[in-house]
């Protein structure tokens, strides 16, 4: 079928073949993505627009400055950083897994396949300590008058502007809707991550099964290369709406 | 599909080194454009813990984090994805409907500001005074939070 590849472009409109030069699965996994970006564009741009409506926002170097197994010490965007650098390198390792699929290298596909699946894992692993973090914390903040013990949750924000109160600086409820935007897109962006692993779990199996090897290509590997590399693309923006500024 | 996909192998003429080549050259631009996001993250909290932050400067550092971001959303978009590899009529239909996005985040945030200046005005009817001094000390028992979200630190109410 070498006919396909030595047809000039001009010739793609005139029947016969995909005028885009793609497949159908891999053109629809394109426009799934758009509409998803979309989804998470509407998601981010909201939230903007309350934290623009107040006069003060949490301060992102404060509320996640923790790491694991490092007590109280403060280490502003130590941690998030660190899961960035895991779904980056992971991302990584899903574009060698698609390289190899193209050399038809079963083998060479399962190998970055496992890591990519380790990646995913490990990032949600770090979300979720993030989120047991935030939820089980005891922040002092000051409540009609009264110092109460208060975590990060959808009801709770302990992170609004500091006051002095008995010669003490201590910290007010700040706006109520940033534990709900927090939550609800890094969940959703974390859904996102738990869906792509469960995929490419999927992917590694039918790779061990030869199916791709019995079909004579491993276009699967590369829609789910797709998926994988929008869900870090997406961090991208939630770590820079979140975490940056 | 098989027809489609001796097409699309056909497409990838890099050979097989210097596409390894340019996954991990990728990855390193991905990484150091992370890490100068940072350092400009922790040069943004170093200046708000000073006396006297610098309000614009702060402004132009998380200007620049956009753009650093931008950017690295081209380099996974375009080499990680291969959409620079397709053909460009496939390219537009994705890249054109997000165009969108110019419109979307100048509305909204716009928008956003301008709840915020109402609320600090009561709709325009009076000045808003900016806090300077935001640790001053609160012997009230009233320190504005409200069940409702609509919390105002108490030190405005003087």
Known sequence: MTTATAQPTTKLWSGGKSPFNVSYGKLMMWYFLMSDAFTFGAFLISYGTIRFSVNAWADPNYVFNAFPFAGHANLPLAFVSLMTFILILSSVTMVLAVHEGHKMNRKGVEKWLIWTILGGFAFLACQAWEWTHLIMGDKEVLVNGVIEKWGTTVTHNPWGPDVMFNGKEVATPGPIAFGGYFFGITGFHGFHVFSGVVINIIMLIQTRMKIFENRGHYEMIEKAGLYWHFVDLVWVFVFLCFYLV | ?158
């Open chain 2, 1 to 158: 599909m098989s027809q489609v996909a001796t097409a699309e192998a056909g497409h990838h003429h890099h050979d097989d080194g210097t596409q390894v080549k340019r996954i991990w050259k990728t990855f390193w631009i991905l990484l150091i454009i992370t890490i100068i996001e940072l350092g400009i993250g922790l040069a943004i909290y170093t200046i708000h813990k000073g006396d006297s932050p610098n309000h614009l400067l702060v402004l132009m550092f998380k200007g620049v984090v956009c753009i650093l971001t931008l950017a690295k959303a081209f380099y996974i978009v375009g080499v990680f994805m291969h959409l620079g590899d397709e053909i460009r009529n496939m390219i537009m239909t994705i890249v054109v409907p997000l165009l969108l996005f110019v419109w979307f985040i100048i509305a909204f945030l716009w928008d956003g500001d301008a709840w915020r200046n109402l609320r600090n005005t009561d709709a325009g009817s009076r000045i808003y005074i900016e806090e300077t001094n935001k640790k001053t000390s609160i012997p009230s028992t009233d320190n504005g939070y409200r069940e409702d979200g609509t919390n105002t630190p108490a030190q405005k109410k003087d």
